[in-house]
């Protein structure tokens, strides 16, 4: 009887031992497939980190060079509107030579009526009208 009662305990000592290996084996199965996921999601994680540093790179060297191209705008700006007055200085002079050569040419000329001449003088119905710059709106 007590050999019995030793079988059984046996039985029910190795059914829980299988019942243990089982769930051992299952929760380890489980928590390496976690590892090989929490692996995978760092690596990813790391590329996404990389790909954002090299993002705020490109976005400091964009900034940087916007910046740069606003200052050679600036530059380009004002030298456009200093060329522009050199232009209008060169075109005001070369027109009072002209007058000056006209003075020597035709000596008989009304000098009062060649001090009137203007070069942004307009001719409308065959008058000088002075110049009136028109509204850009």
């Known amino acids: 009887l007590e050999l019995i009662e030793a079988n059984n305990k046996m039985k029910v000592i190795d059914d829980n031992l299988g019942s243990i290996e089982k769930e051992y084996s299952a929760t380890k199965e489980k928590l390496e497939e976690d590892i090989r996921e929490l692996k995978v999601e760092y690596e990813q994680a790391e590329t996404r980190k990389d790909q954002l540093t090299s993002l ?3 976005k400091d060297e964009a ?8 200052k050679d705008n600036g ?3 004002e030298l456009v509107e200093c060329l522009q007055t050199e232009v209008g200085a060169r075109y005001d002079a070369g027109f009072q030579f ?4 006209l003075k020597i040419v035709f000596p008989g000329l009304d000098k009062v009526k060649l001090g009137e001449l203007d070069a942004l003088n307009k001719i409308v119905d065959g008058k000088l009208v002075p110049f009136a710059p028109t509204d850009a709106t």
């Open 56 to 58: 705020l790179k490109e």
């Open 63 to 70: 900034v940087s060079q916007r910046d740069a191209l606003s």
């Open 98 to 101: 002209t007058i000056e050569q």
């Open 75 to 77: 530059a380009l700006d």
